[in-house]
């Protein structure tokens, strides 16, 4: 016969044991969620050029790689080893002859400092379109701009082929490339080239976060 103080001693070991089953199931969910939910690496060049993406179900990881080719793609390579990410995001500034505050997103790079050897059979151009949409990325994203990256802040508008220009894209996208890593640019154009000088784009970039940020969390939403 169990008295009064039998059943008490009954009751906690099954609550006890039903918390444990119920913090198991929330630990278990847990990294379950974290198995499932998508890893993006965000790349961008300067600190003036960052915006935090709030999208639900993603885990974001942030990387600034310093401006210029050869650091975008040191710094975005070892990033890449850390974080393993399901695909890179560069967002950043560019500069080129259309209105200050249009966004492109960019899927198809050119390399203008290697394009100059193109005579030598030497690759300049990269594009990120097919490996984006055999991941499932960005498919309800319908623009496709050219980005043209080198090692030089223009000033004088040359003959430049492309819809913007920067100093990094091309580089982390052959990284990404190279990885078979999805890798898609947003570029806010904070600079026309032949009238703004690098002065000019320093003062643009509070307004180039605040376009990123409306663009990734207003416009898009999720990936």
């Keep these: ?5 039998g059943l008490f001693a009954i009751y906690q070991e099954y609550t006890l044991a039903f918390e444990i089953i119920i913090l198991s199931l929330r630990i278990k ?12 690496l965000v790349t961008y060049a300067v600190q003036g050029e960052f915006a935090e993406i709030k999208w ?3 885990e974001v990881y942030y990387v600034r790689t310093g401006i210029g080719k050869v ?4 710094h975005l390579a070892e990033a890449i080893r850390q974080v393993e990410p399901d695909i890179v995001i560069n967002m950043g500034t560019a500069g080129i002859h259309h209105k200050v505050g249009d966004i492109f997103v960019c899927r198809h790079f050119i390399d203008r400092d290697m ?6 059979g030497l690759s300049y151009q990269l594009d990120t379109s097919a490996l984006l949409e055999q991941k499932g990325f960005c498919k309800h994203w319908t623009e496709s701009a050219t980005c043209n990256t080198g090692d030089s802040f223009l000033t004088e508008l040359t003959d430049i082929e492309g819809d913007v220009v920067d100093m990094e894209a091309y580089a982390q996208a052959f990284v990404c490339n190279s990885k078979e890593i999805p890798f898609i640019s947003v570029k806010y154009v904070s600079d026309v080239i032949g009238q703004n000088s690098v002065k000019h784009w320093e003062d643009k970039l509070a307004d180039a976060r605040t376009g ?12």
């Design 212 to 223: 990123l940020s409306h663009f990734f969390n207003v416009l898009k939403e999720s990936i």
């Design 115 to 120: 394009q100059k050897l193109a005579g030598l």
């Design 56 to 58: 639900p179900d993603a």
């Design 29 to 40: 969910n847990r990294f379950l969620k974290n198995d499932f939910m998508l890893k993006i």
């Design 1 to 5: 016969m169990v008295n009064g103080r």
């Design 71 to 74: 650091k975008a793609a040191f």
